[in-house]
């Protein structure tokens, strides 16, 4: 389903660099997340949304910035990549921060800092 | 804070053997509970969920899970698993409504053909 939509899909950036990581849903929820995905460590939060301009820092929120300026739009930037930024970034939504229908994910962007 | 864990990190089985995957929470309240599927190259996806009621909840593709309160426990299981059941499975709680979903480490399942 095209629900929650992530580009790039593949992206590879140098140390340093800023990237930007899309995320866009078409659901109207009011919650957005960004999750990292790392081997031995699960899916851990970075970021989360309430609503347009409210954003609020998950578990691993440094070397990241969120904005919503808009509902449907959910960007994640890193400012100054690095080398521990390497991982699979996943996107989620949901019309409740409980997720009572559970979390929608999108289909992830892998990131590799080189 | 809640906290979830998964006790098995890799699972290799057969093709028909039965499956059994672990999760524990900590949180002494009302608590939702989810397990997650993610295939390989996929995104996460929704297997089943325990809000309230029959504490043995059936998801998709034959999954089960039992909620033991006692135990703090929502194990997952599914009597004879597939080839195509590799994937990795997380399991997921929140505490009550207006609490964040926080998922567990993931267990990665391999079944042989």
């Known amino acids: 389903d095209a629900g929650i939509t992530q580009s790039p899909r593949y992206k590879i950036t140098e140390t340093g660099r800023q990237v930007t990581l899309m995320c866009h849903q078409t659901?109207?929820?009011?919650?957005m997340f960004w999750y990292r995905q790392d081997l031995g460590h699960g899916l851990r939060l970075i970021y989360y949304?309430?609503?347009?301009?409210?954003?609020d820092k998950g578990e691993v929120p440094d070397g990241y910035v969120v904005s919503r300026s808009k509902t449907e739009n959910f960007p994640l930037t890193l400012e100054s990549a690095t080398r521990s930024q390497t991982s699979v970034y996943f996107c989620?939504?949901?019309?409740?921060?409980?997720?009572?229908?559970?979390?929608?994910f999108g289909s992830g962007t892998r990131l590799t800092v080189v | 804070a809640q906290s979830v864990s998964q006790h098995n990190h890799h699972v290799i089985l057969s093709e028909a053997a039965s499956l059994e995957l672990g999760c524990n929470y900590s949180?002494?309240?009302?608590?939702?509970l989810f397990w997650y599927v993610q295939y390989p190259g996929q995104h996460l996806q929704l297997l089943l969920k325990?809000?309230?009621?029959?504490?043995l909840v059936k998801g998709i593709k034959g999954f089960e899970a039992e909620f033991i309160k006692s135990k703090f426990s929502f194990n997952l299981r599914k009597p004879s698993v597939q080839w195509s059941d590799t994937a990795e499975y997380f399991c997921?709680?929140?505490?009550?409504?207006?609490?964040?979903?926080?998922f567990g480490g993931g267990t990665r399942l391999m079944v042989k053909p």
């Open positions: 997921a709680v929140n505490a009550g409504a207006g609490n964040m979903l926080t």
């Open positions: 949180y002494g309240g009302t608590v939702n």
């Open positions: 949304s309430a609503a347009a301009d409210i954003t």
């Open positions: 659901w109207s929820h009011s919650y």
């Open positions: 989620a939504s949901s019309e409740s921060a409980a997720g009572g229908y559970g979390y929608t």
């Open positions: 325990y809000f309230s009621g029959d504490p």
